[in-house]
């Protein structure tokens, strides 16, 4: 559908292998790995048997594997009661949500290898084993190279049902399909933490309106709609740039309760996925909330590890 980069799994294997690298030149001694259906951490410990350097004790957690989103948020879980002091990811928006809701007070570092990202970002597998290091061995102060990362929570019925940590996107319809949202015809509503416009996917429309930091402690909610005259240029997927109508823009604060479009059906799209599906009966909004997943910066945790003399050998 778009001219995204793909990163295919033998790639993630090579990424896993340096991040245990980093890690283990770090000073950490144990890690866990979450099992999955290519092997993806069996394969990356089995060439690390001739790596001249030292590396942790790593062993592959027991659980069962589905192949689903729910297998993230179990591993995380897990990696929280074994007492993990970072969390790794390789994914993108979707997986970083699904992790964050066992990860708990875990810090979370993310790597990019999904399609549509904003929060995960493309970090030198190495850099980052480094930075998720000394995150997890308490050699930084966390508040110093982590953001307490703002969420969505979504209220269906008057029960809290899911989560989004980037973006929750209403579309006309039931179709969830493929769960990527690639096209805006059917778009009539978007909800963001934070909004750039230098990112791509559904996060970017906002961003081109009323950009919105991470640190920022206020939310975005957009009306749309194709007859609207105020339109503006958007990158929505790698390759793709569409007209978007604005109907109206609203500044959401901390606690603030954002009603879902009443339009139904429609189908809310979370961090880029569609997920739920809202009928006749079903009454729905959103609330901002500030208490979600530690986000590490690899970068800024590179940074305080120099300032801090940590890389004298």
């Not at 001219?3 to 283990?24: C, F, M, P, W, Y």
């Not at 966390?142 to 008057?158: M, Q």
């Not at 989560?163 to 096209?183: I, M, Y």
């Not at 007859?227 to 007209?243: E, F, K, T, Y």
Request: aromatic fraction near 4%.
């Amino acid at each position: 559908m778009a001219h995204a980069t793909t990163v295919d799994n033998q790639e993630k294997v090579s990424i896993v292998r340096r991040v245990l690298v980093g890690l283990g030149a770090a000073g950490v001694q144990n890690v866990l790995l979450m099992p999955d259906t290519y092997r993806l951490g069996e394969r990356a410990l089995d060439g690390l048997s001739r790596v001249g350097q030292p590396l942790p004790q790593a062993s592959v957690l027991e659980m069962p594997v589905t192949d689903g989103a729910d297998d993230s948020e179990l591993a995380a879980a897990l990696f929280r009661e074994a007492g993990a002091g970072c969390i790794v990811v390789l994914g993108g928006d979707g997986t970083v949500r699904s992790v964050s809701k066992g990860a708990g007070e875990v810090p979370v570092l993310a790597i990019s290898t999904g399609t549509n990202n904003v929060l995960p970002t493309f970090t030198e597998g190495t850099i980052a084993g480094l930075a998720a290091g000394a995150v997890a061995c308490q050699q930084v102060d966390l508040e110093a190279v982590a953001v307490r990362h703002k969420w969505l929570e979504l209220v269906v019925n008057g029960l809290s049902r899911e989560r989004a940590l980037v973006d929750v996107a209403a579309l006309s319809g039931s179709f969830v399909g493929s769960r990527a949202v690639w096209t805006i015809q059917d778009l009539r509503q978007v909800i963001v933490t934070r909004a750039d416009p230098a990112s791509i996917g559904i996060s970017a429309i906002p961003g081109v309106v009323r950009p919105v930091s991470v640190k920022e402690p206020v939310g975005l909610a957009l009306t749309l709609s194709a007859q609207a005259s105020w339109r503006v240029l958007a990158a929505i997927g790698p390759g793709i740039i569409d007209q978007v109508g604005i109907a109206a823009v609203q500044v959401i604060e901390l606690g603030e309760q954002v009603p879902v479009d009443t339009h139904r059906p429609l189908v809310l799209a979370l961090d880029g996925e569609r997920e739920v599906v809202l009928f006749e009966s079903d009454s729905a909004y959103l609330t901002l909330r500030a208490d979600g997943p530690w986000i590490v910066d690899a970068w800024q945790t590179l940074q305080e590890m120099a300032r801090k003399d940590l890389f004298r050998h």
